[in-house]
């Protein structure tokens, strides 16, 4: 199979052999004049991800994710040195191997918070929700124009997320009260079209957040992967934590508004309808997956049922 001819189905079905892409890594590493070995395959993410030795990770995106490359090392570029107390990546090396572009950045202490999230404290838990709004709050601080390369234009953006939606999450199995409640549910008016535009990853889940431990306590200290980034709305960004990480438990969705900065007089009903229209309209937005964290979201019967044990405010 010739690598630069590689279909997105035979990516998908060479993704888990790991010793081809080590032998692939090797190549780039020595086309960079890096060492080689010492090569540790991370198990989670979409493109092809190395642990290398002397602190460096190396990221490898197949020729069809050009957009997802080009995006991550603009953000990487653009980004404010210490602009907040979590690391990110350095951006090290850039180049391309047979058509597929490829970045070295450095590798940042931790563990993912999705292989601890289960075992957390809940003095951890709410430290990390804490700590999770500040930082979403410093990123979306960062000056929009340092950011235009991945602006994919907000409103067009929202307003094909809005006619997808409903085939959206037929597709997606959500279950049938809840479909019917669907159009009714999507008013246009709660959506932000024009807002003040932020970096937004859309994508602050546990598999891009790292914890570390200070003074005896795991607490939030790297985020990683802005290969989906692009400028919008900052409360699109709010909905993966809640989803993900912190419904639902009220006081600490509490926590992580407040740690962003929203106070008593900003958690609205009207708020709590925009966070749940722009939840169906998210990308990836998987609701019958959220629906299994709760019994009684499960038996939620409408969408406003259901956003009010998601947003519980």
């Known amino acids: 199979m010739r690598l630069e001819a590689m279909t997105p189905e035979q990516y998908e079905a060479k993704y888990g052999d790991t010793e081809y892409w080590r032998i692939v890594a090797q190549a780039v590493l020595r086309r960079e004049n890096l060492t080689a070995s010492e090569l540790t395959r991370y198990k989670y993410g979409y493109n092809i991800l190395f642990a290398l030795g002397g602190g460096k990770v190396l990221k490898l995106f197949p020729p069809f994710c050009q957009e997802d490359y080009r995006k991550e090392e603009a953000v990487l570029v653009n980004l404010a040195p210490g602009f907040t107390g979590v690391e990110v990546p350095r951006l090290l090396h850039t180049g391309s191997y047979y058509g597929w572009p490829y970045i070295i950045m450095s590798r940042l202490p931790g563990e993912l918070v999705n292989d601890n999230l289960g075992s957390l404290s809940a003095a951890e838990k709410l430290r990390l929700a804490a700590d999770l709004g500040l930082l979403i709050r410093a990123v979306h601080s960062q000056p929009a124009d340092r950011f235009q390369a991945v602006d994919i234009g907000w409103a067009a953006f929202l307003q094909r997320q809005y006619v997808n939606c409903l085939e959206h999450h037929k597709q997606s199995g959500l279950k049938p009260s809840l479909l019917d409640h669907l159009p009714a549910y999507l008013a246009e008016e709660y959506l932000d079209y024009t807002p003040a535009p932020v970096l937004l990853t859309g994508e602050y889940t546990p598999f ?77 937005s998987d609701i019958s997956f959220y629906l299994t964290k709760s ?15 998601f947003f519980p405010f």
Not at 233 to 240: K, N, P, R
Not at 296 to 308: D, R
């Open 208 to 284: 891009n957040l790292l914890l570390s431990r200070e003074d005896g306590m795991r607490r939030l200290s790297g985020l990683v992967d802005f290969a989906d980034c692009f400028l919008g709305d900052g409360d699109y960004d709010l909905l993966g934590p809640i989803a993900f990480m912190f419904y639902p438990e009220p006081e600490t969705v509490r926590v992580f508004l407040e740690g962003y900065g929203y106070t008593a007089a900003h958690l609205t009903g009207r708020l709590r309808r925009k966070l749940m229209i722009y939840l169906l309209l998210h990308r990836y």
């Open 295 to 309: 019994e009684k979201a499960g038996q939620a019967a409408t969408l406003t049922e259901l956003a009010e044990i």
